[in-house]
C-alpha cells in the first residue's frame, strides 16, 4: 500500500463519522414505513427485520433516541392487521 494511503487509513474512520455529524441524511418516515406483516411471518422476525431497515436507512440506534423509537413504533402499528391493533390498544400501559 502506498504511504498516503495508510496515513488516510488511519484517520479515515474519523472523516466519515464527521462528515456525518456536518451532513446528517435526510430521512423521509414515509420511506421508512414498513410493508404489511403477512399472515404467516412470524411476529419477531417480522420486528427484527424492520428494526434493522430502520437502523441501516437511519443510521442511529433507534432504541437510544425517542423520536425515532415513537416512529418506529407507529409504523409497525400501522402495519399489523387491524383486528390486532384494536386489541393491541386495549392493553393497558402498552409502550
Known sequence: MRPT???????RQNVWQSLRDCYPPKMDPQALRGDPLGESENPAAYLEKQLKKWKLETEQDIETNQLLTTMFRNSIIEAIPSQVRSRLEEVVGLT
Open 5 to 11: 494511503i495508510q496515513r488516510f487509513d488511519r484517520v
